[in-house]
């Protein structure tokens, strides 16, 4: 049974950090590209952050130069550390498996997570 167990959201001020993982089980973890996406309240579930199988990085544009996506392939994990957080950031994160990624869109992922809460307070 595939599973995508994020952790590591919760409350910060503005300008502070946080690191989030993502745990993935029942499924081949190299062969899949995994991403994060977010979604804030009454808006659309956005890309934030993706990391091929060969390791190359893609972000949105809105978090470029604050937040970086890893990957570890030997211990299926997945993590995103976020900084200089603002409170635009606040949404819940979902660690995403895409089984043939182009454009990182939302319907084309293949697994979700349950999703983590990130509250950046002003």
């Known amino acids: 049974q595939v599973q995508l167990v994020e952790s590591g959201g919760g409350l910060v001020q503005a300008g502070g950090s946080l690191r989030l993982s993502c745990a993935a089980s029942?499924?081949?973890?190299?062969?899949?590209?995994m991403g994060w996406f977010r979604q804030a309240p009454g808006k659309e579930r956005e890309f934030v952050a993706g990391?091929?199988?060969?390791?190359?990085?893609y972000y949105a544009d809105s978090v470029k130069g604050r937040f970086t996506i890893s990957r570890d392939n030997a211990n299926y994990m997945v993590y995103l550390q976020m900084n200089s957080l603002k409170p635009e950031d606040t949404a819940v994160y979902y660690c995403?498996?895409?089984?043939?990624?182009?454009?990182?869109?939302?319907?084309?992922?293949?697994?979700w997570g349950k999703g983590t809460l990130v509250t950046v307070s002003s």
């Open positions: 995403a498996a895409d089984r043939a990624p182009g454009a990182w869109s939302v319907r084309d992922i293949n697994y």
């Open positions: 029942g499924f081949t973890f190299s062969t899949y590209a």
């Open positions: 990391a091929r199988r060969s390791g190359t990085t």
